[in-house]
């Protein structure tokens, strides 16, 4: 019962590197979604996938990518790290009508 | 734009009833759902009502919806350390990019218990 897992679980990055945060679910939902998370800041969404085959921006996207790769995994990519995208990252997915499975999170330093 | 409204900060003795209270700007939400993150941790769904119901009971939660005002609250019943945590509350509205309605979240309350 895995349900959606994220890697890595913690990351440093110096200005300038570029990562991909992977996830995948194995719930067979249709929808995923990327989050990010800032003290007083709640979550915010990046980007979201409704559908395979489909991505769209959600309120904060400048400075990422993703890819759906297929219906389990939809990764976040960052070509050029700075400083402002410190944060936990969280991946959702969900069944059409339903609520978020999240998973554990990606603890991100960029220094 | 839709916006989702909660009290930083809540704290109880042990023992007591927790109120948690949220207000949402969207009269076309369908779903409101209520989320608990451990420190750490990722957001656990802890339950959800739909808009056309005024409750919903589950334990030692119960959930209560003012449509007309706007207003959901989560109260926890017998307040215990474990539940100290950051709970926050989300609408699911319209039909939004395909997806059936994307959650908007507030910003979280964290709930400190104290023994």
């Known amino acids: 019962n895995a349900g959606v897992t994220q890697t890595p679980k913690f990351q440093v990055l110096k200005t300038g590197q570029s990562m991909t945060l992977q996830c995948a679910q194995d719930?067979?939902?249709?929808?995923m979604y990327w989050y990010r998370q800032d003290p007083g800041m709640g979550l915010r969404l990046i980007y979201y996938s409704a559908s395979e085959g489909t991505t769209d921006k959600g309120e904060v996207p400048n400075g990422y990518n993703v890819s759906r790769l297929n219906k389990r995994e939809f990764s976040l990519r960052l070509e050029s790290a700075a400083p402002s995208q410190t944060s936990v990252y969280f991946c959702?997915?969900?069944?059409?009508?339903?609520?978020?499975?999240f998973g554990s999170g990606t603890r991100l330093t960029v220094v | 734009g839709e916006d989702v409204e909660q009290s930083l900060f809540l704290s109880v003795r042990e023992g007591d009833s927790s109120v948690i209270n949220c207000t949402y700007t969207?009269?076309?939400?369908?779903?409101l759902y209520w989320y608990k993150q451990e420190p750490g941790a990722g957001l656990q769904l802890l339950t959800y009502?739909?808009?056309?119901?005024d409750m919903k009971q589950d334990q030692r939660l119960t959930v209560l919806l003012n449509k007309k005002d706007k207003h959901l609250s989560l109260r926890i019943a017998d307040t215990q350390t474990g539940d100290s945590a950051i709970y926050f509350c989300?609408?699911?509205?319209?039909?939004?990019?395909?997806?059936?309605?994307?959650?908007?979240f507030g910003k979280g309350t964290k709930l400190s218990v104290k023994p």
């Open positions: 719930m067979n939902h249709n929808s």
């Open positions: 969207d009269s076309s939400s369908t779903y």
């Open positions: 009502i739909f808009s056309n119901m």
């Open positions: 989300a609408e699911r509205f319209g039909n939004y990019g395909g997806s059936q309605g994307n959650l908007i």
């Open positions: 959702a997915s969900s069944a059409t009508g339903n609520g978020y499975t």
